[in-house]
């Protein structure tokens, strides 16, 4: 069973940054397509960033120039840069493991990101 832990959530001021990890058990981590995904109260789950197997990157646009996906098959880690934080991304934090078409398959249990004004 392929488990997710994610960290590196926090309380943080706007215009700061934190570091999200999440770090993967249970899969072959370097021929995963994984990505970060969040969700506000009263919000639906929205996709953040994803990265290939072979590190090709997405990044949606509210987030572009901000954050930064990346990954460390040696450490099987996940990561997520975010940089210059507004409030309005403050949200749950979850990792995903995506299997056929991108779909999430697996999730983590989230970690929190809180950013104050």
């Known amino acids: 069973q392929v488990q997710l832990v994610e960290s590196g959530g926090g309380l943080v001021q706007a215009g700061g940054s934190l570091r999200l990890s999440c770090v993967a058990s249970?899969?072959?981590?370097?021929?995963?397509?994984m990505a970060w995904y969040r969700q506000a109260p009263g919000q639906d789950r929205e996709l953040v960033a994803g990265?290939?197997?072979?590190?090709?990157?997405y990044h949606a646009a509210s987030v572009k120039g901000r954050f930064t996906i990346s990954r460390d098959n040696a450490k099987n880690t996940l990561y997520l840069q975010m940089n210059r934080l507004k409030p309005e991304d403050t949200a749950m934090y979850y990792c995903?493991?995506?299997?056929?078409?991108?779909?999430?398959?697996?999730w983590g249990q989230g970690t929190q990101v809180t950013v104050s004004s």
């Open positions: 249970g899969t072959n981590f370097s021929l995963d397509a």
């Open positions: 995903a493991q995506l299997g056929l078409g991108y779909e999430p398959r697996w």
């Open positions: 990265i290939s197997s072979g590190s090709t990157t």
